[in-house]
């Protein structure tokens, strides 16, 4: 009999701290998968270069960017990835711009252009978000802070094609340093 395939989980973080609550949300998710038997591998966003998207829409036709930098490999693991899980904090209601910067380069990966909506090309795949805010619950949600980046987060996924598996929100992150156990669970309950 052959070996069972392992799953492949892709770890984003898409804040620039390591050790900042959004981090912290990640690691829990990481542990969990890979507790499930997952192959993990993290990608540190803020580390990569990425140039920006210039608009020229070839990736439509090529599926693939034009510009060739960090976006290749990011790319590739994507591709190699059952589940993709994206921790990012909220800048202003929204993702921060290296994220937005990712979704914008991954346009042609992601979907097809057609003459009535567009259809996926990462179907089959995955995806849990994890996001961290300063402004306290419920007020997060209520103000539209942690809501405006899931929203932004849920679009990319959803136009790929992939199936959501959970969403975690943490509020009120300037007064903590860890990740409360509530919201711990949550995630953990995702990879079961």
């Not at 993990?40 to 599926?63: D, H, P, S």
């Not at 996926?120 to 995955?126: E, H, I």
């Not at 849990?128 to 306290?136: I, K, S």
């Not at 899931?150 to 959970?166: D, H, L, P, Q, V």
Request: hydrophobic fraction near 40%.
């Amino acid at each position: 009999m052959g070996q069972l395939k392992k799953n492949k989980t892709l770890a984003i973080l898409g804040g620039p701290h390591k050790n900042g609550v959004t981090a912290k949300m990640l690691e829990i998710a990481m542990k969990a998968s890979k507790d499930r038997g997952d192959e993990v591998e993290i990608l540190y966003l803020y580390e990569k270069e990425i140039q920006f998207c210039k608009g020229c829409r070839k990736c439509l036709e090529t599926k693939q960017c034009v510009i060739k930098d960090d976006i290749v490999g990011i790319v590739d693991a994507i591709k190699k990835s059952d589940t993709i899980i994206l921790a990012t904090p909220v800048y202003w209601a929204n993702v921060p711009a290296a994220v937005k910067n990712l979704f914008d380069r991954l346009l042609g990966v992601a979907m097809e252009e057609t003459k009535t909506f567009p259809k996926p090309r990462l179907s089959g795949r995955n995806y849990v978000l994890l996001t961290a805010c300063n402004t306290a619950m419920p007020f997060a949600k209520i103000f539209g802070q942690s809501t405006g980046a899931i929203r932004a987060m849920k679009e990319f996924f959803k136009t790929s094609g992939m199936r959501c598996k959970g969403i975690a929100v943490c509020g009120n992150t300037s007064n903590k340093k860890e990740v409360p156990a509530k919201v711990k669970c949550k995630i953990e309950r995702f990879f079961r």
